[in-house]
């Protein structure tokens, strides 16, 4: 159980780094940290205490982890590298076009 | 994008060949352990990724690696498709294991499994080039060019 209430305020770490901070590349870095929190909550879920690696020989009786969950989180790694690869770039177009980071001294419209 | 000092570039040159080795193992041994194409091409993208921030690059230079890294890219997915069309080409479904009647699965065993090791070496090619092109496009940003 203790594993999850990791897991939970890993997640709430980000959340706090999305709604407080004011600098762009800090609010991307709790979005990542909100992300990695999903993964490893779906990782914990399919943990078997004492398991071994999921690559099992037909016949053996053994216990393994359940690899559904690792395939997903596999899948979500990946999803989430393109998002923060978009959002990174976004970021630099802002500066490109701000000169800051700042959300504050975002919101004036300049062009 | 200038390079960084003597004692990086000397360990980045130590350490590239092994990263480089290490991520062709697990691409290779993705039908075995732990791994596979994904994690495999990230080695491999990294150790170019470390080899680009140690020594720098020139903007000219950067051009070209990304031109060449979407080339890469490209003739990744390419042969994906081409090893999932060859069920297809055979007369049965798409993405068949077309090899798995004369190369069965045997557990531990690296030339086994049919295609699977295949599409594990396409995807790993596929990328390790996208994420340098990532990279590299980041990379040009700097230089304040347009894309």
């Given at each position: 159980m203790i594993e999850y209430i990791l897991a939970v305020v890993l997640f709430a770490i980000g959340l706090y780094g999305v709604i407080v901070k004011r600098n762009l590349i800090k609010i991307i870095i709790?979005?990542?940290?909100m992300e990695y929190a999903v993964n490893l909550f779906l990782a914990l879920i399919g943990y078997r205490s004492g398991g071994a690696p999921p690559i099992v020989e037909v016949g053996k009786n053994q216990i393994f982890v359940d690899p559904l969950p690792q395939a997903l989180v596999?899948?979500?790694?990946?999803?989430?590298?393109?998002?923060?690869?978009?959002?990174?770039?976004?970021?630099?177009?802002?500066?490109?076009?701000?000169?800051?980071?700042?959300?504050?001294?975002?919101?004036?419209?300049?062009? | 994008m200038q390079g960084m000092s003597l004692i990086v570039k000397k360990i980045s040159q130590i350490m590239a060949p092994s990263i480089f080795i290490l991520g062709m193992y697990?691409?290779?041994?993705?039908?075995?352990?732990?791994g596979g194409g994904f994690a495999?091409?990230?080695?491999?993208?990294?150790?170019?990724?470390?080899?680009?921030?140690?020594?720098?690059?020139?903007?000219?230079r950067s051009l070209v690696f990304k031109e060449k890294a979407s080339l890469i890219e490209s003739g990744g997915i390419f042969l994906f498709l081409f090893i999932a069309?060859?069920?297809?080409?055979?007369?049965?479904l798409f993405?068949?294991?077309?090899?798995?009647?004369?190369?069965?699965?045997?557990?531990?065993?690296?030339?086994?499994?049919?295609?699977?090791?295949l599409c594990n070496i396409a995807i790993g090619v596929e990328v390790a080039a996208a994420l340098f092109a990532i990279f590299i496009t980041f990379a040009?940003?700097?230089f304040g060019e347009k894309l």
């Open positions: 709790g979005l990542m940290i596999l899948t979500a790694i990946v999803i989430g590298l393109g998002t923060t690869a978009l959002l990174v770039s976004f970021a630099v177009r802002i500066f490109e076009k701000y000169d800051t980071f700042d959300v504050r001294k975002i919101r004036k419209l300049r062009g | 697990v691409v290779a041994h993705g039908h075995l352990t732990p495999g091409g990230v080695l491999i993208a990294g150790c170019f990724t470390l080899l680009i921030l140690a020594y720098g690059s020139s903007k000219e069309l060859l069920g297809l080409i055979q007369g049965t993405f068949v294991n077309i090899f798995s009647r004369s190369n069965p699965g045997v557990p531990g065993a690296l030339f086994s499994s049919g295609i699977i090791p040009i940003m700097r």
